[in-house]
Every structure is written in C-alpha cells, then in structure tokens.
C-alpha cells in the first residue's frame, strides 16, 4: 500500500476529538492532511518513543481516542512498550506501526529481521487482544471501520510501500507544539 493513501484512509476515519501522535515518517504526510491541534509531532524527541507518550495521552485523557502512526524501525526500538501498553488501563489508544521494512528517514536501510518479522505477532505476544494487518487499501477501507468501532485497546499493522520521505523538522522547538496541545485538551488555545 502507498503511505499516502493509508494515511489519507485514516484521516477520512478521524473524528475531531481524537489525538494523533505522528513520528518520523508520518510526520510530513500526516501534516499535509491534517492541521488538528489535536496532532502532535514527536520528531524532535528520540526515535522510538511516540507509541510510549501516546500511551501518557491516552490514560491522561480517558474520553478521547488516543492514535499513534509509529514506524515499523520505531517500533523495534522500544518493544518494551507493546508489553507495557497492554499492562495499563489504556482501552481508547490505537497503535498504528507503518510497516516498510526499512528505516526510511535515515536511508531506507533495512530493519533487523526485515521480510521475517511479524509485527501483529509480536503485538499478540505482548498481550494485544486485538491485532490486525492490513495489506492493501481495499481491504483497510473495508474493514478498518469495524476494528476501530471496537472497544478496547488496538494494534493495526499497515504494510506500506518504501518511501523516500526526508528526516523531518520541526519549525520551532518541541516545547511549543506541546504546549499547543496540552492547551487544546484543556479546552484552551495558545
């Protein structure tokens, strides 16, 4: 699947109260179709790490879905965190991992294990009750709404197609788009 249509699918599902983290290489296409104040960026924190604050959103925010658009590199760096999601209370996230096989953003070099692993399985062994894997965009279009319609905690594995989407930049430190958000799910603006 092109990561442009996937994520253009996940916006069209969006409702305008849910938060979405983006990291690495859905920073740039995410941005191009979405100016939610409920959209946070993590690019200028450590690789690996959104799906960990999204988490921290979500028990923050308990009446709000919680979406992460991680990456497949990402994820491998912090693994740890599939186990320690489905330890909280924390049913209203959706982790999304953007499955390419490669760590695009630093040169398409490929991840450990690359045409090997299974991110759903490891998800299931962490204790994801729900795992799914989309492979294409008629099939995500189809069936996604059901996924997402569920109660309970999600992880939806998306096998995109390699990309050559550059590092991203954030325009200002981190310090402001966080203090925009926290603003936004208080019910205040900047």
Known sequence: MKRDVCLAELHRLRDDRTVVVTTMGSVAPWSRLSQSVLDFHSAGSAMGHAADFAMGLALAQPDRSVWVLNGDGSMLMSLGTLVTICQTPASNLVL??????????????????????????????????????????????QRLPAVLAEPGLKFVNL?????????????????????????ALQGRRT
């Open 159 to 183: 096998r995109i197609e390699c990309g050559q989407e550059p590092a991203p930049k954030l325009d200002c430190p981190l310090s402001f788009p966080a203090a925009e958000l926290r603003a």
């Open 96 to 141: 999304f991992v953007l499955q390419n096989d490669t760590f695009e953003v630093t040169g398409n070099q490929p991840i450990p294990g690359a045409g090997m692993i299974s991110m759903v399985q490891m998800a299931q062994g962490a204790g994801f009750k729900q795992a799914h894997e989309f492979n294409n965009t008629m099939d995500m279009s």
